[in-house]
């Protein structure tokens, strides 16, 4: 039997399978998920000896387990390193899902559930592509290493000490991601490059207790508005982030380059529908496609402080906190820009309050060449998949792991995104189409098996 047909043959296995790992709520960033942290992993390790890796090994580190495995049975052909994650976002607010989270649900052509498209989904994609070859074939075409973490939503904190300590082992030709969205529907991509991620919080204290704004207010400095008025003050009229030498590292961004992302088939109606907003703004001087995937931002992601439970509390909060973050294009370097941001920070607060300033994660940007012949080769394989040619695109989002992989290894990172950019990833009603899920499959499956001829 073909492998097309094979696959074909099998979608309702597949997709009844990928419910069963969504159905596990592996949420990293909260402790009282462990268990379920525990019990993805070893269901990765299981369906990892299903498709048919022999070594197969659950890595515990400080946080939670790496998955391994590698099948290096294919002398002569190349070796390819695949990632992905097995956590997901929490689900919250869980009153804004129309079918629970946890519990996936097929609607209108579309597989809902937290983790369908980032990445529980996408990862599937690639074991179900293996294990399909694996049966029509007998063996893998090439020799495959496989990655799967369980901490990447939550900044990838013990990757990079495993990476360092087992570089002999996790070397490759090339790494392969499906972590990442096509530019639109119908519009299979590889993604040439991500911007990388500072995380901060700031905690800011007044005065040493909560006061009764009757009692005090008009006569003490409150943080809550010192808080927002810092906030004020760090974008220009122009929508450029007010921080001295911010942008000096930027690298410059070819006229040629430029011109090829905004001559990709964006649709704009396609982004306005999906964000909603009544206007659009942006860094002015660049299109909104340049917005997000060449330039650098600065985004507030959550203040909080005082009451904002039920009816009214007259109080002068004693601390008001913000959550923000960098997202860095090349040539910054997180580490050089989180220190402008810090003192830039302390120079604009009065001192009226103390602040105390963390550095949460930071996270390199990436961009790379795409002529290796590996992209020819993905390129044909997701027309296989598609019946479209691939474009190559730039995104606004952060995996920490390519930076460290292609910094480590110099080799080949080819990012095959199955998502869309409207599939509310990290929001209500996440969901993965289920032509790109199967339509995956077939071309990663082709993908693979087109490799053994490089
Ligand atoms: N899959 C995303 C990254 C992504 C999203 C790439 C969209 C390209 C387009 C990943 O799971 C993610 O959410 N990463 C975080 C960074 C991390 C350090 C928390 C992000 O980008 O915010
Ligand atoms: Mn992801
Ligand atoms: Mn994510």
């Given at each position: 039997m073909n492998l097309a047909e094979f696959i074909e043959g099998r979608r309702d296995q597949h997709l009844a399978e990928l419910c069963e790992f969504l159905r596990i709520p592996s949420v990293s960033a909260k402790s009282e998920h462990k268990p379920d942290i525990e019990r993805a992993s070893r269901w990765v390790a299981d369906h990892l000896r299903a498709a048919g890796f022999k070594?197969?090994?659950?890595?515990?580190?400080?946080?939670?387990?790496?998955?391994?495995?590698?099948?290096?049975?294919?002398?002569?052909?190349?070796?390819?390193?695949?990632?992905?994650?097995?956590?997901?976002?929490?689900?919250?607010?869980?009153?804004?899902?129309?079918?629970?989270?946890?519990?996936?649900?097929?609607?209108?052509?579309?597989?809902?559930?937290?983790?369908?498209?980032?990445?529980?989904?996408?990862?599937?994609?690639?074991?179900?592509?293996?294990?399909?070859?694996?049966?029509?074939?007998?063996?893998?075409?090439?020799?495959?290493?496989?990655?799967?973490?369980?901490?990447?939503?939550?900044?990838?904190?013990?990757?990079?000490?495993?990476?360092?300590?087992?570089?002999?082992?996790?070397?490759?030709?090339?790494?392969?991601?499906?972590?990442?969205?096509?530019?639109?529907?119908?519009?299979?991509?590889?993604?040439?490059?991500?911007?990388?991620?500072?995380?901060?919080?700031?905690?800011?204290?007044?005065?040493?207790?909560?006061?009764?704004?009757?009692?005090?207010?008009?006569?003490?400095?409150?943080?809550?508005?010192?808080l927002t008025e810092l906030f004020a003050k760090l974008h220009d009229k122009n929508y450029r982030a007010v921080v001295p030498g911010f942008y000096d590292q930027v690298a410059k961004v070819s006229k040629a380059e430029r011109k090829a992302l905004n001559a990709l088939p964006w649709k704009r109606k396609e982004f306005e529908k999906a964000v909603g907003a009544p206007v659009y703004f942006g860094e002015a001087g660049f299109t909104t496609i340049e917005r997000i995937a060449i330039r650098p931002t600065f985004e507030l992601n959550g203040i909080w402080g005082g009451y904002i439970g039920e009816g009214a509390k007259t109080v002068i909060p004693s601390k008001a906190f913000a959550k923000f973050s960098t997202r860095l294009v090349p040539n910054q370097e997180p580490h050089k820009i989180a220190k402008l941001v810090e003192k830039h920070i302390r120079k604009l607060l009065p001192k009226a309050v103390h602040c105390k300033f963390e550095v949460l994660s930071t996270g390199k940007p990436w961009v790379a060449p795409y002529h290796a012949p590996i992209f020819k080769k993905a390129q044909s394989a997701l027309e296989k998949g598609f019946g479209k040619k691939a474009v190559f695109i730039r995104e606004g989002g952060s995996i920490p792991f390519v930076t460290q992989m292609h910094d480590t290894f110099k080799v080949p990172c080819v990012l095959i995104g199955f998502g869309l950019p409207d599939e509310n990833a990290h929001a209500p009603d996440e969901h993965i189409a289920l032509e790109n899920y199967f339509g995956g499959i077939k071309a990663i499956a082709h993908f693979y098996a087109d490799l053994a001829a490089l």
């Open positions: 070594t197969v090994e659950i890595v515990p580190t400080n946080l939670h387990p790496l998955v391994y495995a590698e099948s290096l049975e294919a002398p002569g052909k190349p070796t390819i390193l695949f990632y992905g994650h097995y956590d997901v976002q929490p689900a919250e607010p869980l009153d804004l899902w129309t079918s629970p989270a946890f519990e996936p649900t097929v609607r209108n052509g579309n597989l809902f559930g937290r983790g369908t498209a980032d990445d529980k989904g996408q990862v599937h994609i690639h074991l179900k592509a293996l294990e399909s070859l694996r049966q029509v074939n007998g063996k893998f075409p090439i020799n495959v290493k496989v990655l799967i973490e369980g901490e990447e939503e939550v900044g990838s904190v013990s990757l990079w000490d495993y990476v360092q300590k087992n570089k002999e082992k996790l070397k490759a030709d090339a790494l392969v991601v499906s972590d990442t969205a096509m530019l639109g529907k119908g519009v299979p991509s590889i993604t040439y490059g991500l911007r990388g991620l500072n995380y901060y919080q700031i905690e800011l204290t007044g005065p040493a207790r909560d006061l009764h704004s009757g009692v005090y207010g008009g006569a003490v400095p409150n943080p809550l508005t010192i």
